[in-house]
């Protein structure tokens, strides 16, 4: 076979810089990039509304509204979610996940109208209002493939199964970098959790979707990281006693909570099972009961995302109670299973700090910091078995780039110690959707 000379992949080239077809599918791939970012900043805006008022609430009016909100807000929501916005519920991880395979056919676009994703904003905000432990960045994965799904109809060569997979790839990518601030995190998010590979057709789509969300992002709101600048003095050795021990722990718990969450939506056994399976309205309430009983007895400290929290631990040396960890981790199960839109990251992250915090106590640490950045490395690792996203989410979010080698180990120790216990939780939740009428 005769390869092509340099002459004729010149003229190749200049065709195509040349072609209207690409420039208009270019046009499209970066406006669906700034919708994104766009969309991105308004999630975040209206989740931290929605916990501004709440702490108000509970600031001027007692500690007594969650138990009105809860069950009250939580059977709301999953009837709205149920009834209005199929596909909205959950993370939103699982459905992009799903919506990229082969199977997932046109016909399974309902996951992918641009209903759902609005609804999932504003009933995720509703969520946080009344007391859910929710994180907004997976959400906003599901948000950004569906507006760049949206856009492809605006493709030259119309959507067809090869483009629309990319689209979806390039749109969550884009929604990852934008909430959490951290490009490298969304191309990494890309190749490892919602493709598992990396095709060299989908490599420009992605890099384009997440520069042009990401600088979008940066225009509205600045360049800012959600847990400040840390400071770490002494940074630990990647295998320390100090790093390994809590690497272990950490995926071990983020096993754990991947495995409770699989059984739990497979369905709970006993009255709580019947109650879920044949009055899901009222089982939501029942979680919203179980969130508002967590949060009177920790103070409030297991409502919202939990960005202030481990925030607290990271930069404001505030000493959490021993027990936040488990706390915050079992309010995420109950709002996760009352079945509205709600993410899992950020209060991942939250549980991993609170969870390294506790280690640095048992171990006579004298700052809590390193620890609790290690902790959320290896809780999130542990949880979503994501390795490489785990630790590029962290170092980004932290911006401690002296810690790479420490936090490498910990995810890499964290997720596979979490085999032991749990499949992967993303992965898992993305098959239920092939069952599904």
Known sequence: MKLPSVREIAGEARHALLSTHHWRARVVLWAAGAAIGAAAVGFAWLADTAQGLL?????????WWPWLLAPAGFCL??????RFFKGAEGSGIPQTIYAQQAEADEGTSRLLQPHVALGRMLLAAAGLLCGGSIGREGPTVHVGAVIAHACGRWMPHGRSAAQ???????????????????PLAGIVFAVEEL?????????????????????????LVGDYTYFGHPVVARIPGALSPGVVGVAIATGLAGGLFSRLTLVAVAGL???FGRLQRGRPVLFAAACGLL??????????????????????????????????????????LGTYLSGMPAGLLAPSLSVGAGLGQLAADVGGYPSAAPSAIIGMCGYLAGATQAPLTSFVIVMEMTMQHAMLL????????ATTVSKLLSPPLYQTLARRYAALP
């Open 55 to 63: 702490r108000r609430l509970l600031g001027t009016s007692g500690w």
């Open 406 to 413: 420490p936090l490498m180990i910990t995810a890499a120790l």
């Open 269 to 271: 056994p006993g009255v």
């Open 291 to 332: 969130v508002a009983a967590v949060g009177t007895a920790c103070g409030g400290l297991t409502y919202g995302t939990g960005y202030t929290e481990a925030r607290s631990i990271l930069t404001g040396g505030v000493h959490l109670p021993w027990y936040y960890g488990p706390a915050r981790a079992l309010a995420t």
């Open 195 to 219: 493709s598992r590979s990396f095709e060299e057709r989908a490599s420009g789509a992605v890099l384009t979707a997440v520069i042009l969300a990401g600088v979008i992002a940066i225009a």
């Open 164 to 182: 629309r997979r990319v689209l979806i790839l390039a749109g969550g990518a884009a929604g990852v970098a934008a909430a959490f601030n951290t």
């Open 77 to 82: 929501i999953a009837w709205l979610t149920r």
